[in-house]
């Protein structure tokens, strides 16, 4: 195989070598990932730890909400993350961004489940700009429609699954999306048309 860049991508594990953790009797997982509880406690008195040396996904923004409700328990707030509803990203060309369940975990669990989906190339401003790579999936539970998972390939990606985030927070459906007047001509129209494809009712394919 000729290429001109390959990447090796072999997963990541915590920096915490150099802690002295076994010197201050701190507990480390048995992949070195500093062990926290819920609220990021760590197993010493008035040592909290957060980001990418305590579990969950690696990703700066999941470490700033971390840090910022650890900074509200401190001082006696109750602050909840749901780590479902943290969205990944990836800067690539095309964009790719989550949020959520995939099908694959849907289908381990037993989740009963419909999905729906358009491709950017039935988008009118993707078309526009010159880039109709990628699509849109919606995963809703099959009984009550509450969105369990989001999934965009293409431009801007990391921007719209945004809207995701929102309406899962609020255990929203993909009706409420579908239902929702989005801006013509815009790249979001794909989110209401995937939304709206749950129920086999997209608009623009």
């Known amino acids: 195989m000729e290429v001109d ?50 579990r969950g996904p690696m990703l700066a923004h999941k470490a700033e909400e971390e840090g910022v ?5 401190i001082v ?23 949020v959520g369940k995939t ?3 849907l289908k381990a669990e037993g989740v009963a489940y419909r999905a729906g989906s358009v491709p950017f190339a039935a988008n009118a401003r993707a078309r526009a700009l010159g880039d109709t790579t990628g699509l849109v999936k919606f995963l809703a539970n ?16 990391g921007e719209l699954i945004a809207e995701a985030v929102v309406a899962m ?18 790249l979001s129209e794909a989110m209401k048309d995937a939304a709206l494809a749950v129920d086999k009712r997209a608009l623009n394919i």
């Open 142 to 157: 099959e009984q009550t429609d509450e969105i369990l998972g989001v999934h965009i390939i293409g431009p801007f990606a």
């Open 76 to 98: 006696g707030q109750k602050p909840h993350i749901d780590f479902n509803t943290v969205p990944s990203v990836i800067y690539t060309t095309p964009e790719i961004a989550w």
């Open 103 to 105: 099908e694959q975990q």
């Open 169 to 186: 927070e609020f255990r929203g459906s993909a009706e409420d999306i579908g239902m929702i007047c989005h801006a013509h001509p815009s």
């Open 69 to 73: 409700a650890v900074a509200e328990r």
């Open 5 to 54: 860049r390959l990447i090796v991508s072999i997963g990541r594990v915590p920096n915490t070598e150099g802690l002295n953790a076994a010197g201050v009797g701190l507990t480390l997982d048995e992949r070195g990932f500093v062990a926290v509880d819920e609220n990021c406690r760590t197993n010493l008195p008035g040592v909290w730890a957060i980001g990418d040396v305590v």
